[in-house]
Antibody
Framework: EVQLVEVGGGLFQPGGSLRLSCVAS????????MHWVRQAPGKGLVWVAR????????QYADSVKGRFTISRDNARNRLYLQMSRLRVEDTAVYYC??????????WGQGTLVTVAS | SYVLTQPPSVSVAPGKTAKITCGGN??????VHWYQQKPGQAPVLVIY???DRPSGIPERFSGSNSGNTATLTISRVEAGDEADYYC????????????FGTGTKVTVL
């Protein structure tokens, strides 16, 4: 069974940092682009970042460029999102997702990041 | 960046048909994907590339795409179809390669 499990959410202060992790299982992790997508409370889905299967290519949404870093460890089947210079507006559920030809499938269950003082 | 517009809400009686639209400039030239998200759960892909269904998704879910509007159709609606639905497109050469629609809440009366 293909599965993605995110960990690392919690309550953080503005200006702070954290790292989210996503553990993948059930598929050849290195063959796929992987992504982070977030959803603010009561709001819609917003794409955050993506990384190529071999880690050679990354891309970010303008709202997080320069503050967030996506990375992966293919030996451990893990995807990461290093988040720094946190803002209140970064508060959201963060999902990791696998993509194939532009569609996201599957998604992890999500982890809530709350940025507040 | 590219904008996808959905109606905020659609209401439908059990057994009837729900149609959810997704408007975008010349969206008919792009592949559209649809996701279902139930409260407190992660999104689930229900339609990809306009009208294909992943395994496990009922045939009641179908999609079409032409001109400036893509449509997700849910036939013989059931109570379990009550959820938020999002459309999404992919533009690989763009600075904003993945765009989601604004989302539609489907309420089963």
């Amino acid at each position: 069974e293909v599965q993605l499990v995110e960990v690392g959410g919690g309550l953080f202060q503005p200006g702070g940092s954290l790292r989210l992790s996503c553990v993948a299982s059930g598929f050849t992790f290195s063959n796929y682009w992987m992504h982070w997508v977030r959803q603010a409370p009561g709001k819609g889905l917003v794409w955050v970042a993506r990384i190529h299967g071999d880690g050679s290519n990354t891309q970010y949404a303008d709202s997080v460029k320069g503050r967030f870093t996506i990375s992966r460890d293919n030996a451990r089947n893990r995807l990461y999102l290093q988040m720094s210079r946190l803002r209140v507006e970064d508060t959201a559920v963060y999902y990791c997702a696998r993509s194939l030809r532009g569609r996201f499938d599957p998604w992890g269950q999500g982890t809530l990041v709350t940025v507040a003082s | 960046s590219y904008v996808l517009t959905q109606p905020p809400s659609v209401s439908v009686a059990p057994g009837k048909t729900a149609k959810i639209t997704c408007g975008g400039n010349n969206i008919g030239s792009k592949g559209v994907h649809w996701y279902q998200q139930k409260p407190g759960q992660a999104p689930v892909l229900v339609i990809y590339y306009d009208g294909d269904r992943p395994s496990g998704i009922p045939e009641r879910f179908s999609g079409s795409n032409s001109g400036n509007t893509a449509t997700l159709t849910i036939s013989r609606v059931e109570a379990g179809d009550e959820a938020d639905y999002y459309c999404q497109v992919w533009d690989n050469g763009s600075d904003h390669p993945y765009v989601f629609g604004t989302g539609t809440k489907v309420t089963v009366l």
